[in-house]
């Protein structure tokens, strides 16, 4: 099923996405999983190396949550590479902004992938 989000390439390499909730989504009442907050900035991550031509895995992903996101209300997510290496490993960041407040920020590093 996924996400079905739709990425849009921006001007320093980073994507972009809006992703409208629903309550079929919902950790508690009225607030979007965390699992679904995580899995949209790993899913975010992936499309800015998919952007680049580059195929990658996740190796590790952190998540920062900074308050709670509202499930009836659209989020914008975007992620962007901070540095890449010779050797597959590629580290980026990423955010889930809701109301134009940043909800949740994330790392991760990320392995090439033949």
């Known amino acids: 099923m996924g996400l079905a989000l739709k990425y849009g390439l921006q ?3 980073g994507v972009t996405a809006t992703f409208l909730g629903n309550c079929a989504l919902e950790g508690y009442s009225g607030l979007l999983h965390g699992g ?6 790993d899913g975010a991550m992936t499309n800015c190396l998919f952007a ?6 996740t190796a590790e992903l952190k998540v920062r949550y900074l308050a709670p ?3 009836a209300e659209s989020v914008n997510v975007r992620a ?7 050797h597959g490993l590629f580290l980026l960041r990423g ?3 809701q109301g134009g407040k940043i909800k949740a920020r ?6 090439s992938h033949a």
Do not use: N
């Open 11 to 13: 001007a320093d390499g």
């Open 36 to 41: 679904v907050i995580a899995a949209m900035l």
């Open 52 to 57: 680049r031509g580059i195929r990658a895995v």
């Open 69 to 71: 996101i509202m499930s």
């Open 80 to 86: 962007w590479l901070e540095e890449s290496s010779r």
């Open 95 to 97: 955010e889930v902004i």
């Open 106 to 111: 994330a790392h991760s590093k990320f392995v």
